[in-house]
């Protein structure tokens, strides 16, 4: 298949998980397209075109630091991360989801909020959007009060009565169409050999029905006793891959955004 010259992967070359990044790049040579490095400064939070970009690049970052540092909405990184900032949170896949999700009971309430009505016994609490302002975790009154008074007033938190959780699965889609999947925990540690259920690839068909975030994007799936439900969504070009299968995601996204006319 021939794609658009100007498709261009731009692809964060300090990544931590340098092995999955030499094998986009060898997939990328073998499709014949163009990738280009680039060292992200971590000090700061805005990224410099780097040289050598064109104005009419088609470009795809790869990497989860572009995420904080491209403006989402200049025209010039209208593909970009295949990120919106305003479609993967939490609340949106609840209100989208709703029935499908892990937690029907969450809620979502800014920090000021919750210090004023903490509640009495461990939730699991998250951020709404999609950030690193505090990790995800089951946390008794004391540390959500610990965890609160360090956040600022207007943040918003999801929190949900703890799930049991047996296995947690990947699902890439692109352009409505799943491309790979891998589960990637069970029993609370990492396993990524595991078989893939029809239940977690009816539900991913399910809710890209329903709704998605953005054309292409990662949903996880957990299993908990006989019920299956949406974690969360995540950015395709920014979640780790596991063992679902690189070639079919690069070239997947590669035809979407650069299939040539």
Request: hydrophobic fraction near 40%; charged fraction near 25%.
């Amino acid at each position: 298949m021939m794609y658009d010259p100007r498709l261009l992967w731009l692809i964060q070359k300090n990544h931590d998980d340098r092995r999955a990044v030499l094998e986009i790049q060898d997939i990328l040579d073998d499709l014949d397209v163009r990738w280009m490095e680039f060292d992200i400064d971590f000090k700061s939070r805005s990224l410099p075109i780097p040289d050598g970009i064109r104005a009419e690049d088609i470009i795809i970052c790869h990497g989860p630091s572009f995420i904080p540092r491209v403006d989402h909405s200049d025209p010039f990184w209208a593909v970009g991360c295949v990120f919106d900032p305003t479609s993967f949170r939490w609340s949106q896949f609840q209100v989208h989801w709703t029935d499908l999700m892990l937690s029907t009971d969450g809620a979502v309430a800014t920090t000021q909020q919750l210090r004023t009505c903490l509640p009495t016994k461990p939730v699991f609490v998250r951020p709404d959007s999609d950030s690193k302002q505090f990790d995800g975790a089951v946390r008794s009154p004391h540390e959500l009060a610990e965890l609160l008074a360090l956040l600022p007033d207007d943040i918003d938190v999801v929190s949900a009565l703890p799930v049991e959780i047996e296995a947690e699965y990947r699902v890439f889609i692109i352009g409505s169409e799943i491309v790979a999947a891998s589960q990637y925990r069970k029993n609370g540690s990492a396993a990524f050999d595991g078989f893939i259920p029809n239940q977690v690839i009816d539900l991913a068909i399910e809710a890209d029905t329903r709704w998605r975030p953005k054309e292409a994007y990662v949903l996880d799936i957990a299993k908990s006793g006989s019920h299956y439900g949406i974690i969360e969504a995540n950015c395709i070009t920014a979640a780790r891959y596991y063992n679902g299968n690189p070639r079919a995601i690069v070239t997947g996204l590669s035809r979407l955004y650069g299939s040539k006319c």
